[in-house]
T-cell receptor, first 111, second 117 residues
Framework: GENVEQHPSTLSVQEGDSAVIKCTYS??????FPWYKQELGKRPQLIID?????GEKKDQRIAVTLNKTAKHFSLHITETQPEDSAVYFC??????????FGTGTSLTVIP | NAGVTQTPKFRVLKTGQSMTLLCAQD?????MYWYRQDPGMGLRLIHY???????AKGEVPDGYNVSRLKKQNFLLGLESAAPSQTSVYFC????????????????FGPGTRLTVL
């Protein structure tokens, strides 16, 4: 099955700086890569996603890039704000219907 | 719309007891999923369903059973609970095809915190 690795496990940035979280996957046939934000005690919420036929996608301060050859994808958050503090998860969907999640990155934005 | 709901929110079991977790969605989604979330391990898929009357195993199915008798409900059962099943359980659902903005979003329920003593 698919294996998704996520780094770093913790990340601290100053408010206004950028944050980058990276994930790798093992199954070259995986075709959909969502990113989720989870606040303490809450459910995961989709923040951005990308399909395998697209290299980059942006939504305001958030962007995701995908390198299919290297089998890695990254989340970029610019102009970070304290409310961006949360745990972020990447995931990959295989050609069936299963989603495989990374182990999460705890992001802290320091005011 | 209530979205995805889960019952109960919290539960404490003794080893060997059984229980059923209920997931309900009112979005007419075809696919439904059960995950468990443990510290430092992200979400792991237990079982999933691609439609009424169908179920399939995910990454970590042992010790769990599921049923999807109605399209809107997906039940997760623990026949004989073990301390290793202490976790937060999330249900999710989605359409079988991309919709708005080409997204194929999974919608998650609020979670059930289960402790097995």
């Amino acid at each position: 099955g698919e294996n998704v690795e996520q780094h770093p496990s913790t990340l601290s940035v100053q408010e206004g700086d950028s944050a980058v979280i990276k994930c790798t996957y093992s199954d070259s046939a995986s075709n959909y890569f969502p990113w989720y934000k989870q606040e303490l005690g809450k459910r995961p919420q989709l923040i951005i996603d990308i399909r395998s036929n697209v290299g980059e996608k942006k939504d305001q301060r958030i962007a995701v890039t995908l390198n299919k050859t290297a089998k890695h994808f990254s989340l970029h958050i610019t102009e970070t704000q304290p409310e961006d503090s949360a745990v972020y998860f990447c995931a990959a969907k295989d050609t069936g219907n299963q989603f495989y999640f990374g182990t999460g990155t705890s992001l802290t934005v320091i005011p | 719309n209530a979205g995805v709901t889960q019952t109960p929110k919290f539960r404490v079991l003794k080893t060997g007891q059984s229980m059923t977790l209920l997931c309900a969605q009112d979005m007419n989604h075809e696919y439904m999923y059960w995950y468990r979330q443990d510290p430092g391990m992200g979400l792991r898929l237990i079982h999933y369903s691609v439609g009424e009357g169908t179920t399939a195993k995910g990454e970590v199915p042992d010790g769990y059973n599921v049923s999807r008798l109605k399209k809107q409900n997906f039940l997760l059962g623990l026949e004989s609970a073990a301390p290793s099943q202490t976790s937060v359980y999330f249900c999710a659902s989605r359409y079988s095809y991309p919709v708005r903005d080409n997204r194929n979003e999974q919608f998650f329920g609020p979670g059930t915190r289960l402790t097995v003593l």
